[in-house]
């Protein structure tokens, strides 16, 4: 079985990427934590190669990374790349966005996830993304999920992320998309 370093430092993802790559060809591995890795990028998916590709070359075998965020409309895409770090919690972070927006009418929003996968010489083997429709709440629903999942509505399940239980999260959400697409050439690897 070949490994797959996942290149991440966040719980919340990796409990999610774990579960959609179960089954697979792969034996997951966490990368060391020592290993940190500027996102430089002006793209989701730009940060997304940059991290799987240097984890692969720093670690020397095949690594998977996912580069995601939230986009509000009305506040012209941010915190869009720079979601991370848009405070220093995800409760600062909860508490910025939804003061930034205010009273602000129109709330709507996208999750977009890119998924990157490099070659143990860091070149990149194959990019998806995903992308998910939805509105940011007044306050706070639901206490499943990670990171912004709790002001995440998707009007198509009448929830927000972290009222979704994590198999309906799967279908709907930007990250299980972006995996939906990504398994099957995985796969044929
Ligand atoms: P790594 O780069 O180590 O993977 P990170 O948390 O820095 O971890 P990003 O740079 O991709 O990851 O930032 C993504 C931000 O968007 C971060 O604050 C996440 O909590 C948030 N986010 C991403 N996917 C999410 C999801 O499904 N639900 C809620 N918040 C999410």
Known sequence: MRK????TGN?????????????????????????????????????????????AKAVGEWAI??????????????PGIYSARYGKTD???IERLLKELGQQKNRKAKFICAVAIARLDGSI?????????GEIVDSPRGEGGFGYDPIF?????QQTFAEMSPQVKGEVSHRGKAFEQLLPRLQEI
């Open 4 to 7: 797959l370093i996942v290149a």
């Open 91 to 93: 409760k600062e972070r």
């Open 125 to 133: 083997a194959l990019q998806t993304e995903g992308v998910c429709l």
């Open 11 to 55: 719980p919340g993802k990796l409990r999610e990427m774990q579960e959609y790559l179960t089954g697979l060809n792969w034996k997951l591995q966490l990368k060391p934590a020592e290993i940190e890795i500027e996102e430089t990028g002006a793209t989701f998916m730009e940060n997304a190669c940059l991290k799987a590709s240097q984890v």
């Open 65 to 78: 990374a996912d580069d995601s965020g939230l986009a509000v409309d009305a506040l012209d895409g941010a």
């Open 153 to 157: 509505y998707v009007p198509q399940m």
